[in-house]
């Protein structure tokens, strides 16, 4: 199988040459195409993108806007709409990438057959505690997302390294599916599960894709988007979030379940050096999100959103 990189931007013109540098060295036995989506950026990005031959660049602005999803799930389509082969790889575009990544997905779907599946990401580099902690906390989520593939339940993925068939993809309806989401990549897996497509991790569950820490700030909001975000697509994962916050308040029960994911982590290669921390970070963690939830507003990309008002979420993205 073939495969099409998928990259909607917005005013990234610092990760560009990085990101696009370790795509252009992928080693891979499959084809590649890298597509970026030019999402009104205003800080000339796209200049970047022109140095790199190889890479199609498309500009949001040129194409018909879908008023019921979000500007960054329109770009996600139209980069799909130009994609040559067989199968989409979705990312971002603050992404770095092991010279493996791409024949890691290979390698998992000629073994699987999948037609969803999705690997681990992992935040480097770390400079200080709280960007090791919040490493810790992004390895403790994916061990959780594994567990969950496994068992085949409704978890959860990171729409910055998954991979879906283009079949598929169009078959289930794309983002005009999922319809206007903050966590679109959630959703679009829940989409699949619904209709009856197997979820997938790959069989090597290693990094192979790198994002960068972000600030306790932006940490914040990131972490409110996620929790409300995933509390309105989802019933399980809301009783999932409500049973783990307690879990948290209590500490005994993060402990045990740090204890229950430790072989996950051993077999993914993650470090477990500071993983007896999270119980005391969650406990944290959960006293202040649930502050937040009712007194903090939502921002996301420098724009102030209210979950509970819809139109200030669409306005949210579609600038």
């Known amino acids: 199988m073939n495969f099409s990189v998928i990259i909607p931007f917005r005013n990234e013109k610092e990760n560009l040459d990085d990101l696009l540098r370790t795509l252009a060295a992928q080693k891979t036995r499959s084809n590649y195409e890298i597509i970026m989506v030019d999402d009104f950026s205003d800080d000339g990005g796209y200049e970047i993108v022109k140095k ?9 602005k040129d194409f018909a806007d879908n008023p019921n999803i979000s500007s960054k799930q329109n770009a996600l389509d139209i980069g799909v709409n130009f994609a040559r082969y067989d199968f989409l790889l979705f990312t971002d575009a603050d992404m770095v990438f092991d010279e493996n990544w791409i024949e890691n997905y290979r390698v998992s779907i000629e073994k699987t057959v999948a037609e969803f599946i999705f690997s681990r990401t992992e935040i480097r580099p770390t400079k200080n505690f709280f960007e090791i902690l919040q490493k810790t906390q992004l390895d403790f ?3 959780a997302a594994f567990v969950f593939c496994k068992l085949n339940l409704d978890g959860s993925a990171m729409g910055n390294n998954l991979a879906v068939s283009k079949d598929t993809y169009q078959k289930i309806g794309g983002q005009s599916a999922v319809g206007f989401s903050l966590v679109e990549d959630k959703k679009l897996l829940s989409l699949a599960r619904r209709n009856k497509i197997k979820i997938y991790c790959t069989r090597d569950f290693s990094a192979y894709a790198f994002t960068k820490p ?26 999932a979030l409500l049973a783990f916050a307690l879990g948290n308040l209590l500490v005994v029960p993060s402990f045990i379940l740090i204890l229950l994911l430790i ?16 119980p005391f970070v969650f406990f944290i963690e959960t006293i202040i999100i649930t502050w937040a939830l009712f007194f903090v507003k939502l921002r996301w990309k420098n724009i102030d959103i209210q979950a509970k008002n819809s139109q200030n979420i669409r306005k949210f993205l579609r600038i």
């Open 52 to 60: 790199y031959d190889a890479v199609k660049l498309l500009h949001r």
């Open 263 to 278: 072989p996950v982590f051993l077999r993914n290669k993650t470090s477990i050096k500071y993983v007896f921390l999270l």
């Open 214 to 239: 972000v600030s306790p700030k932006n940490f914040l909001h990131q972490t409110l988007r996620w929790v409300k975000g995933g509390m309105a697509e989802s019933k399980f994962l809301t009783a």
């Open 141 to 143: 989520l994916f061990a």
